[in-house]
């Protein structure tokens, strides 16, 4: 495929392939907790999970297909009922209960079409926290319809008892309106040379995300990549350094890239070996550069803004 000059999209050579394949792995028999931290496991979900340690996840971020019509390479979805969906859900959830600790969060992805099924299915294991739901910014117009543009996010726990740094996810959005107090101080803000900002905290509807697309560095092909910003939401707000996360639908691998460079460790399952081997990439190159576009000085910039320089180096939401 040719590619514009500018386009900065994640690709793999047959030399690539060949190394990152090596470097992959299968759970064939039961495996220890130090047998899974950090691995890609190119499995299908449904015989990897057996395999995995009893009650050793802090952090489950599952990404599985929606409930319509898509191609994963070779792989096909087809959209089904409601109920279909969601005994498909179950099918997979249920055997998920064991390897979570009983202080491990859980966060769903969906759409409008399947949300429902995944609050109902989710209920059945988990208690429900709330629902996020974030504006995709990219979608198709439509005539007869209202263009679609937003995905949810269900928040589960497996008790009471969870972890949830709310600090550590605080917002830095610019301000409007710079209100002062009665002596001309400011009000709730801060003004620097990049203009006047607030730190405001973290609600259920996130504006601030940007779709991964050709000129971001993080961009690979998979159809349904998410955006290192929101998987740095969820693991720092539900995890601490060096727990072990856990996605159960890997794709390209933002969850196990994004829970490296934030210091904690990581097992993704995912069967397609191309996507593997993109993830296995993409981990070599957080070894790197553990910069994360949108998030700097331990907190998330608005869409759009520029943080403070750090070290002479600017980062842009």
């Not at 971020?61 to 109920?83: E, M, Q, V």
């Not at 055997?95 to 979570?100: A, D, E, H, K, Y």
């Not at 601490?240 to 856990?246: I, K, N, P, Q």
């Not at 957080?286 to 520029?306: P, V």
Request: charged content about 25%; glycine content about 4%.
């Amino acid at each position: 495929m040719n590619r514009a000059p500018a386009n900065r999209t994640l690709t793999l050579s047959d030399e690539d392939l060949a190394r990152y394949k090596a470097t992959l792995a299968k759970l064939n028999s039961a495996s220890a907790v130090d047998d899974l931290r950090d691995k890609l496991i190119c499995q299908d979900v449904f015989t990897a999970l057996p395999n995995m340690a009893d009650q050793c996840v802090d952090l489950m971020f599952a990404d599985p297909p929606y409930n319509l019509n898509k191609s994963f390479n070779d792989r096909k979805f087809r959209k089904t009922s409601i109920d279909e969906y969601a005994e498909w859900l179950d099918s997979w959830l249920a055997q998920t209960v064991r390897v979570l600790k009983p202080t491990a969060s859980i966060y769903i992805c969906g759409d409008w079409r399947c949300s429902a099924a995944i609050h109902r299915v989710g209920e059945k294991y988990f208690i429900p926290q709330n629902r996020i739901t974030w504006e995709r910014e990219k979608g198709r117009g439509a005539k007869s319809n209202w263009k679609n543009c937003s995905e949810d996010i269900w928040f589960f726990t497996v008790s009471e008892d969870y972890y949830f740094d709310v600090e550590a996810v605080m917002l830095k959005r610019q301000v409007i309106a710079p209100y002062t107090d009665p002596n001309g101080a400011p009000k709730d803000w801060t003004e620097s040379e990049n203009g006047r900002f607030r730190l405001t905290h973290p609600s259920n509807l996130w504006t601030d995300l940007t779709v991964p697309y050709w000129s971001m560095p993080e961009n690979t092909d998979h159809p349904t990549q998410k955006p290192e910003k929101l998987l740095a939401k969820v693991i720092l707000a539900s995890s601490r350094e060096a727990d072990l996360v856990f996605d159960p639908f890997n794709g390209s691998g933002t969850t196990t890239v994004v829970a490296k460079k934030l210091g904690r460790h990581y097992v993704g399952v995912e069967i397609d070996e191309t996507y593997c081997c993109l993830a296995a990439k993409r981990l070599d190159l957080a070894s790197i550069n553990r910069s994360i576009q949108g998030y700097a000085d331990g907190m998330f910039w608005e869409r759009n803004t520029k943080s403070l320089p750090r070290k002479g180096a600017k980062t842009q939401s």
